[in-house]
């Protein structure tokens, strides 16, 4: 997906990492480790997958959130990825007492591994898409990176025996649906942020390409998911507009998991497909009652 012009800025600020500077005192450093990603590289080749990883204050074990990223729309802005999320995020998580594991998936930041998450379509002029999208693949080749992240994440001495909660923007909230639907062991549930793919608010503004390829990937999707997820988009969400949200949301939740579907006020700055970057008050009160409904499954700092 390219950027729009309107919120290159705070994309690139806030969704890059920027934001997430050094000097920040208040959050603690993350420490820097590599999950294993046999076949992910060239010609087969293993991958050394880099993942941040965030502990709160306190003696562990803790909760964990695995954060998926989303999609910059070029190859130089994918490359530059250093830090998945931003910092209200960060200081959100942190302050409820969990650790949170993002890891740089193939074809991000320095991970290599090509472009595996490429959808095989894109738009050539306003309103045209050229390509035959191809959704599932995207999934699929991404969700292997969040399956290894949680694997890894059960074998932490900091997380033993605790609950795991996915959270993913965008692409990222693509995958972590496609993820849920996998029953991974130690998952409770999950929060998708402005998920989809195969949009580009430059050439083609709320709508992606193809979205009725989506709407079927989300309703198969549906009726393999059991765990309870919220799926939160902003009203003026530049990738996929009002509505298309709330076509996937209805063609998912046919398949009867507990799940809810929040359309968010429009985002000030128009940057609503990245309401999970923006100040906490936007989204953050979604996020705690999303907590509160697992119940003693997890158990939260107030």
Same mark, same amino acid.
């Given at each position: 997906?390219?950027?729009?012009?309107? $919120?290159?800025?705070? @994309?690139?600020? @806030?969704?890059?990492?920027?934001?997430?500077?050094?000097?920040?005192?208040?959050?603690?450093?993350?420490?820097?480790?590599?999950?294993?990603?046999?076949?992910?590289?060239?010609?087969?080749?293993?991958?050394?997958?880099?993942?941040?990883?965030?502990?709160?204050?306190?003696?562990?074990?803790?909760?964990?959130?695995?954060?998926?990223?989303?999609?910059?729309?070029?190859?130089?802005?994918?490359?530059?990825?250093?830090?998945?999320?931003?910092?209200?995020?960060?200081?959100?998580?942190?302050?409820?007492?969990?650790?949170?594991?993002?890891?740089?998936?193939?074809?991000?930041?320095?991970?290599?591994?090509?472009?595996?998450?490429?959808?095989? $379509?894109?738009?050539?002029?306003?309103?045209?898409?050229?390509?035959?999208?191809?959704?599932?693949?995207?999934?699929?080749? *991404? $969700?292997?990176?969040?399956?290894?992240?949680?694997?890894?994440?059960?074998?932490?001495?900091?997380?033993?025996?605790?609950?795991?909660?996915?959270?993913?923007?965008?692409?990222?909230?693509?995958?972590?649906?496609?993820?849920?639907?996998?029953?991974?062991?130690?998952?409770?549930?999950?929060?998708?942020?402005?998920?989809? /793919?195969?949009?580009?608010?430059?050439?083609?503004?709320?709508?992606?390409? #193809?979205? #009725?390829?989506?709407?079927?990937?989300?309703?198969?999707?549906?009726?393999?998911?059991?765990?309870?997820?919220?799926?939160?988009? /902003?009203?003026?969400?530049?990738?996929?507009?009002?509505?298309?949200?709330?076509?996937?949301?209805?063609?998912? /939740?046919?398949?009867?998991?507990?799940?809810?579907?929040?359309?968010?006020?429009?985002?000030?700055?128009?940057? *609503?497909?990245?309401?999970?970057?923006?100040?906490?008050?936007?989204?953050?009160?979604?996020?705690?009652?999303? @907590?509160?409904?697992?119940?003693?499954?997890?158990?939260?700092?107030?």
């Amino acid at each position: 997906m390219r950027i729009d012009r309107l $919120s290159r800025r705070v @994309l690139c600020v @806030l969704w890059l990492g920027l934001a997430v500077s050094a000097g920040a005192s208040s959050l603690p450093e993350p420490s820097m480790n590599t999950i294993p990603l046999p076949g992910a590289g060239v010609l087969g080749s293993r991958l050394e997958m880099p993942v941040l990883v965030y502990l709160p204050a306190g003696k562990g074990p803790f909760p964990v959130l695995v954060f998926s990223h989303g999609r910059a729309g070029s190859a130089h802005e994918r490359q530059r990825l250093q830090h998945p999320l931003g910092r209200s995020q960060l200081e959100y998580w942190l302050g409820k007492g969990f650790a949170i594991v993002a890891a740089i998936r193939p074809g991000y930041g320095s991970t290599g591994g090509g472009d595996p998450e490429y959808h095989a $379509s894109h738009f050539s002029q306003p309103g045209q898409c050229e390509g035959n999208p191809d959704y599932s693949t995207v999934a699929a080749a *991404g $969700s292997k990176a969040v399956l290894a992240s949680i694997d890894w994440v059960r074998q932490q001495t900091w997380a033993a025996g605790q609950p795991i909660v996915l959270e993913g923007q965008s692409v990222g909230g693509l995958l972590t649906v496609a993820v849920a639907a996998t029953h991974p062991s130690g998952v409770i549930g999950y929060i998708n942020f402005a998920g989809g /793919a195969g949009g580009n608010p430059e050439k083609s503004p709320g709508q992606s390409c #193809e979205p #009725e390829k989506l709407t079927e990937l989300y309703a198969a999707l549906g009726r393999q998911t059991t765990l309870p997820n919220v799926w939160i988009y /902003a009203q003026n969400d530049q990738y996929w507009g009002p509505e298309q949200p709330l076509l996937w949301h209805k063609a998912f /939740a046919a398949g009867g998991s507990t799940t809810r579907f929040i359309h968010a006020a429009a985002v000030a700055d128009g940057d *609503g497909h990245g309401l999970s970057r923006h100040e906490a008050d936007l989204w953050s009160g979604y996020l705690d009652e999303f @907590l509160q409904s697992l119940g003693r499954s997890v158990a939260v700092r107030p």
